[in-house]
């Protein structure tokens, strides 16, 4: 049988990064108001050691920075840290998140040799103007050699992606989501634009010269993007901030911020297939889909969203759902 692996966060919030993009406060949403410290990395291990069944192998990722714009000594002393860890099999590897113009071959040859696997690229936007617009200090040409240097050296890469940016539209942001299939990446993180109070885009929203990205714009683009990236078996890994009390509590002021953010883009991807099996002659009828086991509730939407739309926009009488062996986002109709 083989051991689980769980992924153990160490937050390094805008460390090393040589920018100041409009959108962002990491102290803030990652909770911690200080860079991570060696005895951070330790401590994290040993929690994750104490918490976990026995024979449990992790992975070591060190989020909310620009690690490889930190000064090759303080990489060092973080990656070191975690050396004993992976000597003995605790840590099975490590993964880092950067910007796409702080990286380069003789720094991913440096980062393999401390056990680094994977190595994220904040991407967010393929459009110069939404790029300029949003603080980003990099171009898309950094994007792409960034993303082929990653390939090249062995590594996994998974680049990141934002929705709704100063200057972004739909059609922006499917062109970048297809400009990133292009880099055959092994996963994507999409993230809608959220206004983080006391950010440069807060100050934006605030005077009107920034129009948040709403929760009911960002659900069908994202439902969207993951179509796209399915169609080309590249996995999201994730869509959204990861919540926590504080964004629920306000910190995040506007913009496409939701705890169930997924579970809503999954019931829009539901909704659309079973809008496809629908006409206008079904007026007045009892419609019958199916999809596969545990997915009623997605297909069904939050509060049965997706049951009332569809009565409305065609006038059914009623709808069921009811579980069949399936793949995981099929809907077939049953004749009642």
């Known amino acids: 049988m083989t051991p689980r692996r769980r992924i153990l966060p160490v937050f390094v919030p805008n460390l090393g990064c040589p920018h100041r993009c409009v959108f962002c406060d990491q102290r803030s949403i990652s909770g911690r108001p200080e860079p991570a410290r060696p005895e951070d990395v330790v401590r994290a291990v040993e929690e994750g050691r104490l918490a976990g069944p026995a024979g449990e192998s992790f992975t ?3 989020y909310g920075g620009s690690f490889t714009a930190i000064p090759r000594g303080e990489q060092e002393a973080l990656l070191r840290a975690a050396q004993p860890y992976l000597a003995s099999g605790v840590l099975k590897d490590v993964r880092l998140s950067t910007r796409p113009d702080c990286l380069d071959r003789e720094e991913l040859a440096f980062l393999k040799s401390f056990g680094v696997t994977t190595v994220e690229l904040g991407v967010q936007s393929m459009d110069r103007e939404v790029l300029r617009l949003s603080g980003r200090g990099h171009t898309p040409e950094d994007a792409v050699k960034a993303a082929g240097l990653v390939k090249e050296a062995g590594l996994c890469l998974i680049l990141q992606m934002m929705t709704g940016l100063p200057g ?17 990446p092994d996963g994507v993180r999409v993230y809608p634009t959220v206004v983080i109070r006391d950010t440069p885009l807060f100050t934006l929203w605030k005077a009107g010269l920034y129009k948040a990205h709403t929760l009911e714009e960002a659900v069908p683009l994202c439902a969207a993007l993951c179509e796209e990236f399915d169609r080309a078996g590249i996995p999201v890994i994730r869509l959204g901030l990861n919540p926590t009390p504080r964004l629920s509590a306000g910190l995040a002021a506007a913009g496409a911020y939701h705890p169930a953010l997924g579970e809503l883009v999954l019931a829009r991807r539901y909704l659309e297939r079973e809008r496809a099996l629908l006409s206008p002659e079904d007026r007045g009828r009892d419609v019958v889909f199916a999809v596969r086991p545990g997915r009623v509730s997605a297909a069904v939407g939050q509060r049965r969203e997706n049951a009332k739309t569809l009565t409305e926009e065609f006038g059914l009488r ?6 069949r062996d399936l793949p995981d986002l099929t809907v077939t109709r049953i004749i009642a």
């Open 60 to 62: 070591l990722a060190f």
């Open 168 to 184: 972004d539209t739909p059609e922006k942001s499917l062109a970048t989501a297809r400009e990133l299939i292009r880099l055959s």
């Open 318 to 323: 009623r709808v069921r759902f009811v579980e």
